[in-house]
């Protein structure tokens, strides 16, 4: 089972920016499609952000498209989350997980991540 830390939140206001990093203890690391997922207060996790085994294809979900860039680094089992133009709306405790299972379908994909979660890293983002 992957081993999940991640880091990097913190209090922004809106138009700001930060970035996640993940690292994951697994060394199959490399051939993981990763992802992104938040929990506001209230609301259920949701996916944020995918990116497959080599980094070369990225998905993203229709509110942060355009303001979020997911990035993997095989090299260092690391995978990041750049989010710019920041909204009070993204505010939530942010997790990655690696996808047991991840379906492409034209402009929609889907994924069921594995059951076991980090710590997550908390964002706020005031107005």
């Known amino acids: 089972q992957v081993q999940l830390a991640e880091s990097g939140g913190g209090s922004v206001q809106a138009g700001g920016s930060l970035r996640l990093s993940c690292a994951a203890s697994?060394?199959?690391?490399?051939?993981?499609?990763m992802g992104w997922f938040r929990q506001a207060p209230g609301k259920e996790r949701e996916s944020v952000a995918a990116?497959?085994?080599?980094?070369?294809?990225?998905y993203y979900a229709h509110s942060v498209k355009g303001r979020f860039t997911i990035s993997k680094d095989n090299a260092k089992n690391t995978v990041y989350l750049q989010m710019n133009s920041l909204k009070p709306e993204d505010t939530a405790v942010y997790y990655c997980n690696a996808f047991s299972f991840f379906r492409v379908e034209g402009s929609s994909w889907s994924g069921a991540p594995y059951d076991d979660w980090g710590q997550g890293t908390q964002v706020t983002v005031s107005s």
């Open positions: 990116i497959n085994w080599n980094g070369d294809s990225t």
């Open positions: 697994d060394p199959t690391f490399s051939n993981l499609f």
